[in-house]
């Protein structure tokens, strides 16, 4: 279950949209005072003081009763003795740990940073969708406690720069006339903002309305001495001179994002004024920007993955199969990622898909039911179903018999999320790689082209052929480039830092990996981001030093030198990667009985692309803890790619050749057996 915190507005918690019970206001008030400290502990004195200004006696207690409280309704399915994994107890107090996207707050202020970065075209959507997560004034019902004091404040503050870089990024796009109802209702309850001022003069100026803009700045004179004292400064002082001198330097900027943002809105106001509002004709039309949407990253990303369950729905209300194939299957995305960014969103979209399929008659067209079956593979990635091998091989007959070039690209791309059912299977998906390259390249199916390049890049990595990989890598920054597609770079540079970890610059490794998962902030990939960051540097640290003492069972050295535990700070956000990483904490901190018990408790690893990456460290931890079961069974899966790269298939993480970590198992189970410790 995941929980979603808001603070900006009345504070709530919610689970899939739907609001959970906090009970009353003093739950409310220790849930916004912890997440005001940002995943820091509040101690428990701090918090009586802040809920009380004269303590009663057993404030104390009340304050435990109120966390107790909250975990219940935010953790429910947490057994009675298991430690707390969201609100947790930490020294002397409490620390909250959401996601870092899981508080409306935090996404508002990675959005406004994200787009200050963006070009005007994709800054835009970013800071609407910042704006939009607004339902109030910030923490609304705690406007007079001093603990929330400053954070309202200074959220208040960067919602009103953010409107104003909003109206700035209109203005830069030749979109005035939409700029100016929204400045005008920002002056209306912040008067003394200059800036606002001078962006509505100008705005008005821009749309032949001279006498308007000089009235507006007559305004703001009137205003800032009225309810200031003061005289406007200089920039709106400049402003004014220049529009009474008509100064060309005032006139929009001119050129292509200029020219293609003015096509834009008045092609769409005539779309919407001769396409009937219920036409089926819109709907497909919407899923086709609901597809291009989907490839600029960020707040796009996110935005069609909402709205593409919102299509298919509108689609069944019609009745129709073949259009609910239609606007299904008309969302070819091309997808390297092997976990689902949302996966109850996959479930339902995979369900629409089956029902398509179900309804529509025998002879139903072969390209659409491609489509579907592709849609499905795709979907249900990471899956130990049967069904999806089974869609994707069907669709990629489909289409190779059809021999459709995009049906193609987007059967193959499902058969490339199939192609995980045991590790080894590099080769395979190089050459799935290679044919997109070419038939994409032939057919001039650039995002297509991107993709096999990618999954070239992996692939390769895997094989520890990196000449081969790093020319994949520049194709995909050039194809980026050339095609303004801001995702495919992030892949690139997580490679690059990869390729530090492998050459033996764990140093420069860390930094890199750092830096790229800043670039993650922001970018709609939930599923790549969960957790990347942390599991990344526990690969790296396990590759590049002694896991932990030498002492025990094991003691072996993993593949690099230095001593010491691999320190793990499971508060660190991990996603799906944390049960890999529990052993580890509890083995650096000695509690080696534990560490067996969570190794033996290990789900299989999620048929994925870090397959590979999981079973090494489960061999690492088994080899220390002397569980010849563990061993057996990570020797077992790993076979298969004895000629690999552990993890690099991923593209972003490696422990090394798999060839060493068979190796140190064979030796691990040629050792005596040693006593398991005693719990």
């Known amino acids: 279950m995941r929980i979603a ?44 003081g802040d809920l009380w200004t004269d303590p009663p006696p057993g404030a104390v207690g009340a304050v435990q009763t109120f966390v107790a409280a909250l975990r219940r309704v935010l953790e429910p399915d947490r057994p009675s003795r298991a430690p707390a994994r969201l609100l947790v107890t930490d020294g002397p107090g409490y620390a909250l740990r959401p996601e870092p996207d899981a508080v409306d707050a935090w996404c508002f202020e990675t959005a406004v940073g994200a787009a200050a970065r963006l ?20 923490y609304a019902e705690f406007e007079g406690e001093h603990w929330a004091r400053g954070e309202r404040s200074r959220l208040a503050e960067l919602r009103l720069q953010a409107v104003e870089q909003r109206a700035r990024t209109q203005l830069d796009l030749g979109l005035a006339a939409e700029a100016v109802p929204d400045l005008d209702a920002h002056l209306a309850a ?54 009474l001198a008509q100064d060309p330097g005032l006139d929009p900027p001119a050129g292509p994002t200029m020219t293609a943002a003015r096509l834009w809105t008045r092609t769409a106001a005539a779309y919407d004024r001769t396409v009937a509002a219920g036409a089926r004709a819109r709907l497909e039309t919407t899923v086709s920007l609901i597809r291009n949407l989907a490839v600029t990253g960020g707040g796009g990303l996110a935005a069609a993955r909402q709205h593409r369950m919102e299509a298919i729905a509108a689609a069944e209300e019609f009745g ?95 058969a490339f999320m199939q192609s995980f059912t045991r590790a080894g299977l590099a080769p395979r998906r190089d050459e799935i790689g290679a044919e997109l390259v070419e038939l994409a390249a032939r057919h001039d199916l650039v995002t297509y082209e991107v993709l096999g390049h990618l999954i070239r890049l992996q692939a390769r990595g895997a094989l520890a052929d990196f000449a081969a990989a790093d020319r ?59 957790g990347l960051l942390p599991f990344a540097l526990l690969c790296l640290r396990v590759r590049h030093r002694r896991t932990w003492s030498d002492t025990g069972p094991g003691g072996t050295d993993s593949g690099g030198s230095g001593p010491g535990p691999v ?67 990570a ?34 189970l040629r050792a005596p057996a040693s006593p398991v410790p005693p719990r």
Request: proline share 7%; net charge neutral; charged share 25%.
């Open 320 to 414: 129709d199969p073949d259009l609910t194939a239609r606007v299904i299957g008309a969302y070819d995305v091309p997808a390297i990622w092997t976990r689902s960014d949302d996966p109850e969103l996959a479930r339902r979209i995979v369900e629409a898909a089956e029902r398509a399929l179900t309804a529509s008659p025998g002879d139903a067209h072969e390209a659409a039911r491609c489509r579907l079956l592709a849609t499905i593979a795709l979907e249900t990635r990471g899956s130990r179903a049967p069904r999806g091998p089974q869609a994707a091989r069907e669709a990629e007959e489909i289409a190779r018999r059809l021999d459709d070039p995009a049906l193609l690209a987007f059967a193959l791309n499902g």
């Open 119 to 138: 070009p005007a075209t994709q800054a835009l959507p970013r800071l609407e969708e910042a704006l939009a997560l607004w339902r109030g004034p910030a």
């Open 567 to 633: 320190e793990i700070d499971l508060g660190e956000g991990w996603g799906p990667y944390r049960p890999w990483a529990a052993p580890f904490a509890l083995l650096a901190s000695g509690r080696r009985a534990e560490a067996r018990a969570a190794l033996r408790a290990l789900p299989e690893p999620p048929r994925d692309l870090m397959y590979e990456a999981c079973c090494c460290l489960e061999a690492v931890v088994a080899r220390e803890v002397g569980d010849r079961d563990v061993l057996e069974r």
């Open 190 to 243: 912040h008067p003394w903002r200059e800036d606002a001022w001078r962006l509505l003069a100008l705005a008005l100026y821009r749309q032949d309305r001279q006498g308007d803009a000089l009235g507006v700045l007559r305004r703001a004179r009137a205003v800032l001495a009225d309810q200031l004292g003061v005289d406007p400064g200089p920039r709106l002082r400049h402003l004014e001179a220049d529009i």
């Open 635 to 668: 020797r077992t899966r790993l076979l298969p790619a004895a000629g690999e790269l552990a993890g690099a298939g991923s593209g972003l993480v490696t422990l090394g050749p798999v060839e060493d970590h068979l190796a140190a198992i064979t030796t691990a």
């Open 472 to 530: 994949h890598a520049a194709a995909v920054d050039r194809l980026a480039e050339r095609h303004e597609l801001p995702l495919a770079g992030i892949f690139t540079q997580w490679y690059r830092a990869l390729r530090l970890a492998a050459s033996g610059q764990p140093a420069e490794a860390e930094t890199a990996y750092r830096d790229a998962a800043a670039r993650l902030d922001g970018a709609g990939m939930p599923g790549l981001e969960r």
């Open 5 to 48: 915190f808001g603070v900006l507005g009345p504070t709530v918690a919610e689970s899939d949209g739907r609001a959970l019970a906090l009970k009353g206001p003093r739950h409310r008030a220790v849930l916004a005072r912890l997440v005001v400290a940002r995943r820091r502990v509040v101690p428990v004195t701090h918090l009586v």
